[in-house]
């Protein structure tokens, strides 16, 4: 029997390493969603949110191959291979950083092993001590890990 495979919110960041360093750990996760070896889950806000950063001039310069055209294949190819969820509820808010909530919401609606992120707004709330961190591990209790691109696939390999 073969496990499942581990359900994935990627944040916008990780997705943006991915398409502008490919040999990276964004890329690295990318090519997990392209082999099939995890499940990514999007939702309309989240690729708007992308579709906006691949598009901004910090961007071209890395990628001047990178047109609005290509961002939007390159989107559209991502979402393919995802689960798209359309209506996704909100959920608590998240005052340290609301522009944080649609990759939370999605996470926790869409039943997320992962979300894989740089931002320290999110990674803290595994460890922080703060009132609205307690309260997400005791709602989740560990069912949703929130981990850097690097952690994440360590934690692939070693098979947890």
């Known amino acids: 029997m073969t496990p499942a495979r581990p359900r994935v919110v990627l944040d916008c960041n990780t ?47 890395r990628r001047p191959d990178l047109t609005l055209e290509l961002a939007d294949r390159l989107l559209a190819a991502l ?22 909530e649609p990759y939370m919401d999605l996470a926790v ?19 922080d001590h703060s009132v609205e961190a307690k309260q997400f591990r005791q709602r989740h209790q560990n069912q949703l890990r929130i981990v850097t691109p690097t952690d994440f696939l360590a934690q692939l390999e070693a098979g947890s």
């Open 15 to 61: 997705v943006l390493q991915g398409f502008v360093s490919p040999d990276g750990p964004g890329g690295a996760c990318l090519g997990l969603v392209e082999e099939h070896r995890i499940t990514l889950l999007l939702s309309p806000a989240i690729l708007a949110e992308m579709r906006d950063v691949l598009t901004r001039p910090f961007v071209r310069e």
């Open 109 to 127: 609606v869409g039943g997320a092993d992962y979300l894989v992120t740089r931002d320290n707004d999110l990674l803290c709330l595994s460890t």
């Open 79 to 100: 979402s393919y291979l995802a689960v798209v969820m359309r209506n996704v509820p909100r959920g608590p808010r998240y005052h340290r950083d609301e522009d944080d």
